[in-house]
């Protein structure tokens, strides 16, 4: 089902806003929804929003759902610079300031995980509840083929191209819709977008990625009720960065999935969708 079949039937605006002054990152988002708690997506690296095009529908008939593209990806502002944890801190926070949500649930995906897991710690009043879906923050190895099929996908970009690069998120590789690779490539193709690239895979960099990592420290500083979404077939980590998440932040339980890669909320979206609505409304 593509973003744009499932939100059909719901009230939902995809807009762009300034985050941040004074000067701020103009910055795409969707909205979708209009009562309970609102609830932020945030993507992982190189991505955008419609990472979540299985998940808005659902989420939006019980909460204000909101999915932004990260500084440097998708239609936001792509300024000239590498970008670090705190950056992408920055940008949730301003874009939050900007839409007036004091206290939101927060779930991200891969570097969004990350990063959520970053501003629950430094910003635990603005938190309700807090998912942890395949994040990365803890393994200080560099994934080297999510590098080069990154740099690949965005040099000349093709459609092929594209799609080995969302082949790498998925187990079952032939749940890449042609609509999923025509949304990417069309993010890829954006002048300059090479660059932006460059600036986003700068946690890559094995020195200024283990200045960004979560500590202890910052886990246990997290005090939201935290699920964990782990899968058996992630490709950056094993279960037992999971169980790690899980362990160390007080309040937080883990639940592996069997059947997906390092896109559950997508590969196996009806599942997750049922756990991460439990979860939120309990």
Not at 186 to 196: D, E, H, M, N, V
């Amino acid at each position: 089902m593509s973003l744009w079949t499932s939100v059909s039937t719901i009230p939902f605006q995809i807009d762009y806003l300034q985050a941040g002054h004074p000067d701020g990152i103009r910055t795409r988002y969707l909205q979708a929804g209009d009562k309970g708690d609102a609830i932020v997506f945030l993507h992982g690296t190189g991505g955008h929003l419609e990472a979540f095009q299985q998940n808005i529908a659902a989420h939006a008939q019980h909460f204000r759902v909101f999915a932004m593209d990260f500084i440097g990806h998708g239609y936001s502002d792509k300024p000239d610079r590498p970008y670090e944890i705190r950056d992408y801190v920055k940008h949730v926070l301003d874009f939050c300031n900007a839409k007036g949500l004091k206290r939101i649930h927060l779930s991200g995906e891969s570097l969004g995980g990350w990063v959520a897991a970053k501003f629950a710690a430094d910003y635990p009043d603005r938190v309700g509840k807090l998912v942890l879906n395949t994040a990365g923050g803890l393994n200080p190895e560099v994934a080297s083929s999510l590098y080069e099929l990154s740099i690949q996908a965005v040099t000349n970009p093709t459609r092929e191209k594209t799609r080995k690069r969302l082949e790498w998120l998925l187990h079952d590789k032939s749940l890449v819709t042609e609509d999923l690779v025509d949304a990417r490539y069309q993010i890829y193709c954006q002048p300059g977008f090479k660059r932006a690239m460059e600036n986003i895979l700068t946690l890559q960099n094995l020195k200024i990625r283990k200045r960004n990592l979560l500590t202890d420290k910052d886990l246990r500083s997290i005090v939201a009720p935290t699920l964990v979404v782990w899968t058996d077939h992630d490709p950056t980590g094993a279960v037992t960065v999971g169980q790690r998440f899980a362990s160390t932040i007080s309040n937080a339980r883990l639940v592996v999935l069997k059947n997906s890669g390092h896109w559950p909320q997508y590969e196996e979206a009806e599942l997750f969708n049922k756990l991460h609505m439990d979860f939120l409304s309990s």
